[in-house]
């Protein structure tokens, strides 16, 4: 693949804070503006130039070579390999709803600070006090924190590894987690395989698929990767650095990048690439810190009330409450709505995973760009993708303050269209 198609793949890393990188509904403003736009809400926070088709799974990519120097790296824990290639077995797991029950523990929520903004992705342990990820996830980290559930751990870097975009990182502490083991060689095309991590910052999740294929390259802001797996199981912003499992619990990969504008195609870095990485540690370089003082990021003053009224929103189409959803909406939007039209809209609709993107103008009438998911019967979707199951939506909201609340006045969608599809 050469530089023509350098950015049409996207490392899958999350903006995290009032900062996400994001996707979401606007079922209720096509039905509430002029019809109230018909909008409905992963995935991945990609822009809408064809320039910047592909990427990995995160906005910035590893650190270039001229600013990473070598040295000295600390020993870190062996991680252990599989004693054979994944077999079936009367002892292996039926499915991956067991295998996640037992291995889930070990994936961790990856929290890192920069210079200017905040990230998040995933990682997992392959000792008790290492956790590999990918190295575009903490590129020009000031700070890095990982979180097990309720608890929260800080990391180092031990080092990484920028011709395969892995990371290592240490814990400051042992946490006592799920360690995984690694197969001892690569999965063929057709193996059924899983995805765990965190996208777009959300809880964390498993998708499945299989392996599409090996040996694939890709291009993406001037460097090359080579020798990917690819999958067609869901690969979104956050997920990157998470594990690709087999049902045995084995770790084949590391979520790494997904091909923009596709549906299904998604890289990971194979095993095959990591484990030596992992074990020749004089191997890793450490890239330079970086030489700034991160100011604090503070929340705008009516965040938390123009996402309350959003969330209230979504809620209300869950809910099939079409006089709570009505609330949300300015006066000049709820007289072009009827509850007939409305509840034809929203029949089959299920909305989540809002996210905030920004927060702009005056505080009496700020602008509100934001992200969410739509899940809807075949049928239901917007024109252009009437059998989608699954939307990402990407909107702008105008609000205005009534009382002691924040009504929605307006919308925009956000690209053309704004929405892309995650089924």
Avoid at 64 to 74: G, K, N
Avoid at 299 to 305: F, I, K, Y
Avoid at 322 to 336: K, L, V
Avoid at 344 to 371: F, H, K, M, N
Wanted: glycine letters at 10%; one cysteine or more; a negative charge.
């Amino acid at each position: 693949m050469g530089p023509a198609s350098q950015a049409a793949y996207e490392p899958q890393r999350s903006r995290g804070g009032a900062v996400a990188v994001v996707v979401g509904t606007l079922a209720v403003l096509i039905a509430l503006i002029g019809a109230i736009v018909w909008f409905q809400a992963y995935g991945p926070g990609a822009d809408d130039d064809e320039s910047a088709d592909p990427a990995p799974a995160s906005p910035q990519t590893p650190p270039p070579v001229s600013a990473i120097t070598e040295t000295e790296t600390p020993p870190v824990e062996t991680p252990s390999v599989s004693p054979e290639p994944s077999t079936p077995s009367a002892d292996l797991p039926s499915d991956f709803a067991t295998t996640y029950a037992e291995v889930e523990s070990g994936v961790g929520y990856i929290e890192v600070a920069t210079c200017d903004a905040s990230y998040t992705g995933s990682g997992f342990l392959v000792a008790d006090q290492t956790l590999l990820t990918a190295a575009h996830v903490i590129e020009g980290a000031t700070d890095i924190e990982v979180e097990f559930g309720d608890e929260m751990v800080a990391a180092t870097l031990t080092g990484v590894d920028p011709a395969i975009d892995l990371a290592v990182l240490r814990l400051d502490r042992p946490v006592g987690h799920y360690q995984f083991e690694v197969a001892r060689a690569d999965p063929k095309p057709g193996t059924h395989v899983a995805v765990i991590g965190f996208p777009f910052g959300e809880p964390k999740s498993l998708t499945e698929g299989t392996i599409s294929g090996l040996d694939r390259e890709i291009t993406f802001d001037s460097r090359t990767y080579t020798g990917l797996m690819q999958t067609d199981a869901a690969i979104n912003p956050g997920n990157s650095g998470g594990p690709v499992v087999t049902v045995d619990g084995s770790i084949v990969g590391m979520a790494d990048a997904i091909r923009k504008r596709s549906q299904g195609i998604g890289f990971a870095v194979p095993v095959s690439q990591m484990l030596p990485a992992v074990h020749q540690t004089a191997s890793l370089v450490h890239p330079e810190l970086p030489d700034c003082e991160p100011d604090p990021i503070e929340p705008h003053p009516v965040l938390a009330g123009v996402r309350q009224t959003l969330q209230n929103h979504l809620d209300a189409v869950n809910a099939r409450d079409y006089h709570e959803d009505m609330r949300q909406f300015s006066a000049e939007i709820r007289a072009d709505s009827t509850p007939g039209q409305w509840h034809a809209d929203y029949e089959t609709t299920y909305d989540d995973q809002l996210q905030i993107g920004s927060v702009t103008g005056p505080d009496t009438s700020p602008r509100v760009s934001a992200t969410f998911r739509s899940q809807q019967d075949p049928g239901y979707g917007p024109e252009g993708a009437e059998d989608a199951t699954c939307l990402i939506w990407s909107i702008e909201y105008e609000m205005t303050q009534l009382g002691d609340r924040w009504v929605i006045s307006g919308a925009d969608g956000v690209g053309d269209p704004p929405w892309t599809r995650c089924d």
